[in-house]
């Protein structure tokens, strides 16, 4: 199964992830984490990556393909993944299409969590003081919820047009949340 799970940040994307990972014994696979490691293990597209945000800037698209694409290449993801902050616009969408042509794979389903903003920024809130995240100031947080608004969140009309996308609500029982998002996948796959 080859999955992508969109939404904006704190709606339970990587909570969701990590169970349907286990569920379906598939790699989660966050953009997040794959930078990080290219970075602390001094690969090459590492090194690429760090010359723009040694500078502040964002990891051009161009490259971000090519991180995700050598991330998918490996052993663990030969029978299916669970992408999580990518694909996060138009280019990278193309980029994910093409990649899953040239393997011979198609993309199952996009699975999309949603939540109002004022829970957002609640969640938010609260995960910047249990985990101590500097990133997480109100100003930073609405920042990031208008880029995914700008840049992201257009990108569901065209996974809605493919057929390939299954929307939820992301607030509640996070294992109800969970559960219904397999059910759907499941039913989605017979």
């Known amino acids: 199964m080859r999955l992508v799970i969109m939404g904006p940040q704190g709606v339970g994307k990587g909570t969701q992830a990590e169970l349907l990972s286990k569920h379906y014994g598939i790699p989660h696979i966050s953009t997040g984490d794959i930078f990080r490691q290219n970075l602390k293990n001094d690969t090459e597209l590492g090194r690429e990556a760090k010359r ?21 290449a490996q052993a663990d993801a030969k029978d299916g993944w669970i992408l999580d902050g990518y694909p996060r616009n138009a280019e990278q969408v193309e980029a994910l ?7 011979g794979e198609t993309l199952n ?9 004022e829970v957002l920024m609640d969640r938010m809130s609260r995960r ?16 990031r919820l208008k880029t995914y608004e700008e840049q ?17 609500d992301g607030t ?19």
């Open 152 to 168: 992201t969140a257009p990108l569901l009309g065209t996974y809605r047009d493919r057929g390939e996308l299954l929307s939820f």
């Open 97 to 103: 299409d093409g990649l899953l042509e040239r393997e």
């Open 172 to 190: 509640g029982d996070i294992d109800e949340i969970s559960q219904g998002i397999i059910e759907k996948l499941d039913a989605a796959r017979q």
């Open 52 to 72: 723009y945000t040694d500078k502040g800037e964002l990891v051009p698209d161009e490259l971000t393909d090519r991180i995700v694409a050598d991330r998918l």
């Open 109 to 117: 389903s996009v699975v999309a969590l949603d939540a109002d903003c």
């Open 128 to 143: 910047a003081q249990s985990e101590g995240r500097d990133d997480d100031t109100p100003e930073a947080i609405e920042v």
